[in-house]
């Protein structure tokens, strides 16, 4: 359960850290904590529900294209998020640059986590 906790925080706080640097993703104007952590939640199932199953059904796809095709998976499931959420997505371009960003935010934070643990 603490681990659930702890990846559901990581990625707030990525999607927060992103939503800061990069203009072409960013959260409404008025939102609160209530609404990234509803993103974090929301991203969080997307990519432990929605991702595998888009992976899958692209594979032949991801295969020919080894394995770029995953980034597209990644801007779609980053659009999906922003539908569901609080969260502003200016366009496939900008989920694509954004969901980037966002796995690079992750891996250091899964880094700085790795190290402190």
């Known amino acids: ?3 659930l906790l702890l990846r559901w ?3 707030t706080l990525a999607l927060w850290v992103v939503s800061e640097l ?3 993703v960013a959260f409404a104007p008025k939102s609160g904590l209530d609404d990234y952590l509803v993103a974090g939640l929301v991203l969080g199932l997307a990519n432990a529900l929605i991702r595998p199953l888009l992976l899958l059904l692209t594979l032949p796809l991801n295969l ?3 394995g770029l095709f995953t980034l597209v998976v990644n801007a779609l499931v980053l659009l999906l998020v922003a539908w569901a959420t609080a969260l502003e997505v200016r366009g496939f371009a900008a989920a694509f640059v954004g969901a980037l960003m966002l796995a690079l935010v992750s891996f250091a934070l899964n880094l700085l986590i ?3 643990a």
């Open 114 to 116: 790795k190290e402190d």
């Open 9 to 11: 925080l990581l990625n």
């Open 22 to 24: 990069y203009p072409g």
């Open 64 to 66: 020919l294209t080894l």
């Open 1 to 3: 359960m603490r681990a």
